[in-house]
């Protein structure tokens, strides 16, 4: 799709098309389709991200909420976001053993009584060996820093589902 296409959509075709850009969060894409036109995929990229970064703190952890946590319930119903497991799937995590799931469960549960949020990574840039041992890694950092890091996360996989969507090179990080 060119940014000609995205420019000429009209509001419910943006948020239909780019809703899940930043997880089950639709209301970001309907307040970037008024910032049109966009000039190419990093202008598009910056409105979705200036969003974010303009939201209180209270705003940008529900943004974290709206998370799946990676290998667990959502994952085992059924109910993940298309992308979510396109993602989860393509980093592994859809084909772990029992004890692994297990043990992703438990971080899992600790990070989010730790933080108040799930533990967010973008799992098509990990695999299924590397989460674990990067969910213990963050366990320890201050909140605050949690929190950076957890939405330069949800920044990468914007990043990378706006390339989707635009056909576009997703390499530049």
């Not at 290998?71 to 859809?94: C, P, V």
Request: net charge negative; with cysteine.
């Amino acid at each position: 799709m060119n940014m000609e296409k995205v420019n000429s959509m009209d509001f419910g075709e943006f948020v239909d098309v780019f809703g899940n850009v930043i997880e089950r969060c639709p209301l970001i894409a309907a307040a970037v389709w008024s910032q049109r036109p966009f000039s190419d995929l990093e202008d598009l990229e910056k409105h979705f991200f200036a969003f974010i970064d303009a939201l209180p703190q209270s705003g940008q952890e529900g943004i974290l909420r709206c998370h799946p946590d990676l290998a667990g319930r959502e994952q085992q119903r059924g109910t993940l976001s298309a992308e979510s497991q396109r993602e989860q799937s393509g980093a592994g995590l859809t084909s772990l053993g029992a004890d692994e799931r297990q043990q992703l469960a438990k971080l899992n549960a600790q990070y989010r009584a730790r933080f108040g949020f799930p533990f967010v990574l973008a799992a098509r840039l990990s695999d299924r060996a590397a989460v674990p041992g990067e969910l213990e890694r963050r366990l320890h950092s201050q909140p605050a820093q949690e929190l950076r890091t957890a939405l330069g996360e949800v920044k990468k996989i914007g990043h990378l589902r706006l390339a989707d969507l635009l056909d576009a090179d997703s390499s530049r990080l």
